[in-house]
C-alpha cells in the first residue's frame, strides 16, 4: 500500500518569532483553524486537543498528543477526529501533523504536511478534506504572520 501524506509549503515574510506565535498561541491559532483553539502545554508527550465552540457547545473537534516541539523550528503531533462516529479511537486512525519552519534569509518556509492516510478507515476522503482544509488555514496563516 503506498502512502497518503498532505505537503504544502509556504515562503512567510516575516520574523519567525511571529510565525510561530501565529501557529502555538490559542487567540492566534483559533483565527486560522475555523474557530478552534489548541489546549496545550506543548510538552512531548502532552495532550493537544482542538477546542471551539459550535451552537454554543464547545466541542474537540481534534485531539492527540504532541510529538515534538523544538522552539521557532518544529511542531508535530498527532491527530485524531473525536467527532467521527465511524472511527474507533485507535492508533492506526491518528494521522501525523508536522510543521516545519527554516529561515530563508528574512523570511521563513513554512512547510505543513500531514499523513499517512493510507492506513485510516476512509483514508481517501479524509486525506481530500485535509487537502481542502490546509488549502484554506495556510494563506490566512501567512497573512496573520505578515500584518504588521
Given at each position: 500500500?503506498?502512502?497518503?501524506?498532505?505537503?504544502?509549503?509556504?515562503?512567510?515574510?516575516?520574523?519567525?518569532?511571529?510565525?510561530?506565535?501565529?501557529?502555538?498561541?490559542?487567540?492566534?491559532?483559533?483565527?486560522?483553524?475555523?474557530?478552534?483553539?489548541?489546549?496545550?502545554?506543548?510538552?512531548?508527550?502532552?495532550?493537544?486537543?482542538?477546542?471551539?465552540?459550535?451552537?454554543?457547545?464547545?466541542?474537540?473537534?481534534?485531539?492527540?498528543?504532541?510529538?515534538?516541539?523544538?522552539?521557532?523550528?518544529?511542531i508535530?503531533?498527532?491527530?485524531?477526529d473525536?467527532?467521527?462516529?465511524?472511527?474507533?479511537?485507535?492508533p492506526?486512525?491518528?494521522?501525523?501533523?508536522?510543521?516545519?519552519?527554516?529561515?530563508?534569509?528574512?523570511?521563513?518556509?513554512?512547510?505543513?504536511?500531514?499523513?499517512?492516510f493510507a492506513?485510516?478507515?476512509?483514508?481517501?476522503?479524509?486525506?481530500?478534506?485535509?487537502?481542502?482544509?490546509?488549502?484554506?488555514?495556510?494563506?490566512?496563516?501567512?497573512?496573520?504572520?505578515?500584518?504588521?
Open positions: 500500500m503506498s502512502e497518503l501524506i498532505f505537503r504544502q509549503s509556504i515562503e512567510i515574510n516575516a520574523p519567525v518569532s511571529k510565525v510561530w506565535a501565529v501557529l502555538t498561541k490559542p487567540e492566534l491559532a483559533k483565527q486560522f483553524m475555523f474557530g478552534f483553539a489548541p489546549v496545550t502545554d506543548w510538552k512531548v508527550g502532552s495532550t493537544i486537543d482542538w477546542k471551539g465552540v459550535v451552537n454554543h457547545k464547545e466541542i474537540t473537534a481534534v485531539t492527540g498528543k504532541v510529538l515534538a516541539f523544538e522552539p521557532e523550528k518544529l508535530q503531533y498527532s491527530v485524531f473525536p467527532q467521527n462516529p465511524d472511527l474507533k479511537d485507535i492506526s486512525n491518528y494521522t501525523t501533523v508536522t510543521e516545519r519552519l527554516t529561515l530563508r534569509g528574512d523570511k521563513v518556509l513554512l512547510e505543513v504536511s500531514q499523513g499517512d492506513p485510516v478507515v476512509g483514508g481517501q476522503t479524509r486525506y481530500e478534506h485535509t487537502v481542502a482544509g490546509w488549502g484554506a488555514v495556510i494563506p490566512v496563516i501567512k497573512d496573520l504572520a505578515e500584518k504588521e
